[in-house]
């Protein structure tokens, strides 16, 4: 069975900017939650959806949404990009256990 | 703050058992316990999880203590390809936003 995949691996922005981040659960997985790693945060919760409805929530700004579809790909935007959103992004399907991507490597220039 | 602590980084020969603990003395009754690893840059790795039974995969064997305060990840043999950050987290199953990943413990595998 394909694992979850993330697209694009690498990417880079300048400040103002926007973003969007595509995920690919592993197939019939409904549920696929995203996650900001930094060096200094660690690995925090954004927000998971289920069945194209946003089910949880991490504590983030406005800037940061997402989405699911029927098909229970997800992506995942982020507005006015500031210097401080450079991180990597994962992603994870799964229902009792999560299965993370490789992530995306954000820069904001 | 993570509900987990673990030692900073360990580390272990090669060929021999790695056990890293995890302490997580506020668990609650229907939270497991779950290991993850994290090669650099890339994503984490689900390893084993447990609720109060010892368990044991292909890849580790969990001991989860009888009070549940804390909990050892055994990797059996370790290879240089275990080495990793290595995290310790609890949850209620599908409760994702109340996942709180620490820093973990960063093990490395010395030939």
């Known amino acids: 069975k394909a694992g979850v995949t993330q697209t694009p691996r690498y990417l880079i922005k300048t400040r103002g900017q926007q973003v969007t981040l595509s995920c690919s659960p592993i197939?019939?997985?409904?549920?696929v939650s995203w996650y900001q790693q930094t060096p200094g945060q660690g690995l925090q919760f954004l927000f998971e959806?289920?069945?194209?409805?946003?089910?949880n929530k991490g504590n983030f700004p406005g800037r940061f949404s997402g989405r699911q579809f029927s098909n229970s790909r997800s992506e995942m935007n982020v507005s006015t990009l500031e210097l401080g959103d450079s991180a990597l992004y994962l992603c994870?399907?799964?229902?009792?256990?999560?299965?993370f991507g490789p992530g995306t490597r954000l820069t904001v220039l | 703050d993570a509900k987990t602590t673990q030692p900073t980084s360990m580390d272990c020969a090669e060929g021999r058992a790695a056990n890293l603990p995890c302490n997580h003395s506020?668990?609650?009754?229907?939270?497991?316990v779950y290991w993850y690893r994290q090669i650099h840059s890339q994503g984490p790795q689900y390893i084993i999880h447990?609720?109060?039974n010892n368990e044991t995969n292909e890849m580790a064997s969990l001991i989860i203590t009888e009070d549940r305060k804390s909990s050892t990840l055994i990797l059996p043999h370790a290879t240089l390809r275990d080495t990793a950050v290595y995290y310790c987290?609890?949850?209620?199953?599908?409760?994702?936003?109340?996942?709180?990943f620490g820093p973990g413990t960063s093990l490395s595998v010395i030939p």
């Open positions: 447990g609720l109060k």
């Open positions: 994870a399907s799964g229902g009792d256990t999560q299965y």
């Open positions: 506020t668990i609650s009754g229907n939270e497991y």
């Open positions: 959806y289920f069945s194209e409805t946003q089910r």
């Open positions: 197939s019939g997985h409904r549920s």
């Open positions: 987290i609890v949850q209620m199953k599908t409760s994702y936003d109340k996942v709180i």
